[in-house]
Nanobody, 124 residues
Framework: VQLQASGGGLVQAGGSLRLSCAAS????????MGWFRQAPGKKRDFVAA????????YYTDSVKGRFTISRDNAKDTVYLQMNSLKPEDTAVYFC??????????????????WGQGTLVTVSS
């Protein structure tokens, strides 16, 4: 699976962005999909994941109620709608695909395919 993320940019605190991740490969619909982020000088952290059929969505605590992950298997694309952005959301966001159950991504980083990352900068 090859992943291409887009949609990052500069936004003021309180604003919104929508990230997209387009996948290539015939097995997209069988993979759990998700997003991680890495702030400067910090490790890559889990943000959100969605199950292969979109029925289950999972978030790290700091983004619950603000971010929404979704997928469109007909378009081989996963989205991350980010609202009420805060300066601490500033990071490079990476799209990921894995055969590991999405429910487990909160607990450990699974063996994944990674996209190239897209930078989100939130100004105060």
């Amino acid at each position: 699976v090859q992943l291409q993320a887009s949609g990052g940019g500069l936004v003021q605190a309180g604003g919104s962005l929508r990230l997209s991740c387009a996948a290539s490969g015939r097995t997209f619909s069988t993979y759990a999909m998700g997003w991680f982020r890495q702030a400067p000088g910090k490790k890559r952290d889990f943000v959100a994941a969605v199950s292969w059929n979109g029925a289950g969505t999972y978030y790290t605590d700091s983004v619950k109620g603000r971010f929404t992950i979704s997928r469109d298997n007909a378009k081989d694309t996963v989205y991350l709608q980010m609202n009420s952005l805060k300066p601490e959301d500033t990071a490079v966001y990476f799209c990921a695909a894995s055969s590991t159950d999405a429910r487990l991504w909160y607990y450990y980083t699974p063996n994944t395919y990674w996209g190239q990352g897209t930078l989100v900068t939130v100004s105060s």
